[in-house]
């Protein structure tokens, strides 16, 4: 497993937030080490919170390796779980929120991925993904969430080795081709344009009682072709992708509001809040009551 790989701080990231602050910022006032990376593993079973910002030169690669986080990048709150893959721009701030979560951090010199886009022309790639205005985020799905995992363990067992530098190399090529330059090409699943915009559609108006009806108009396509794509692309229907959506919003309602959990439940539009608990515990384990109860410890 990663998480026992990435051990030799057993003592330091068990809900001390401080001393994980105190940390990164020790680790990154080092520059002109050998290695000019840091893997971290960051692990609590205690509620916590953290902010801090990307440091100019840098980025940063947050992977949720197990658990549930809410992230808040430049102000934008997002809920995150096993598979998520941040990618964070230099001087991006953000805070990280949750319990019972384990996450990898890693930290790199921007000048690594910009020579690697400069040898392999593909330079505009590159500066179109670091520019969007949203945060890059990608799902790593279950199938290859093991692959991923297995090549940060061979960056991190090399991070002090002569050849660092190489396998750090050798880890930004697979990242550059499997999710920068490949989501750039229409041949490849990236996400087709009409169905980005029905995510942003949902994300929108997660408040307003979506209906699969109203989501099929806004897209503008047939609704079994509408079906087709979200199974293809989320592996599931989506009536169960907005329920997803719903439940996401209802985790920061919950941690950021006091509305009682039947105004929440009627709020994102579910209609009965035994059902609306149902799915909840269902998705992570726990009633929205014991779920808020954890987060304001």
């Not at 920068?180 to 996400?191: D, G, K, V």
């Not at 992708?241 to 920061?252: A, G, M, Q, T, Y």
């Given at each position: 497993m990663l998480a026992k790989e990435i051990n030799s701080y057993p003592n330091l990231f068990i809900g001390k937030n401080i001393l994980y602050n105190m940390f990164i910022m020790e680790n990154?006032?080092?520059p002109d080490s050998e290695n000019n990376y840091s893997i971290i593993l960051f692990s609590t079973k205690e509620n916590i919170q953290s902010s801090r910002c990307v440091r100019p030169g840098f980025h940063e690669l947050l992977y949720v390796l197990s658990g549930k986080i809410t992230h808040t990048i430049n102000g934008i709150e997002h809920l995150q779980e096993k598979g998520h893959l941040t990618f964070l721009r230099s001087a991006?701030?953000?805070?990280?929120?949750?319990?019972?979560f384990e996450q990898i951090i890693i930290n790199f010199p921007s000048e690594f991925l910009k020579q690697m886009a400069k040898n392999s022309r593909h330079e505009k790639q590159l500066a179109a993904f670091i520019r969007q205005n949203n945060t890059p985020i990608i799902r790593i799905g279950p199938g290859q969430q093991e692959v991923f995992e297995d090549s940060v363990a061979f960056l991190w067992r090399h991070q002090h080795s002569s050849f660092s530098q190489l396998v750090l190399m050798r880890f930004l090529l697979d990242f550059f081709i499997n999710y920068?330059?490949?989501?750039?090409?229409?041949?490849?699943?990236?996400?087709p344009q009409w169905?980005?915009?029905?995510?942003?559609?949902?994300?929108?108006?997660?408040?307003?009682?979506?209906?699969?009806?109203?989501?099929?108009?806004?897209?503008g396509m047939t609704a079994s072709h509408v079906s087709r794509s979200f199974k293809k692309y989320f592996s599931m229907s989506p009536s169960d992708?907005?329920?997803?959506?719903?439940?996401?919003?209802?985790?920061?309602l919950l941690e950021h509001s006091n509305y009682p959990v039947t105004n929440i439940a009627g709020r994102i539009g579910f209609s009965s809040t035994s059902y609306f608990c149902s799915l909840f515990k269902k998705e992570y384990q726990c009633s929205p009551r014991e779920f808020r109860k954890k987060r304001s410890r």
């Open positions: 990154q006032s080092r991006d701030t953000y805070s990280t929120h949750g319990s019972e920068i330059i490949s989501a750039a090409a229409p041949e490849t699943l990236c996400l169905l980005r915009d029905a995510i942003q559609y949902v994300e929108k108006n997660i408040e307003n009682d979506i209906s699969i009806a109203a989501l099929v108009f806004a897209t992708f907005i329920n997803k959506k719903r439940l996401e919003r209802s985790c920061l």
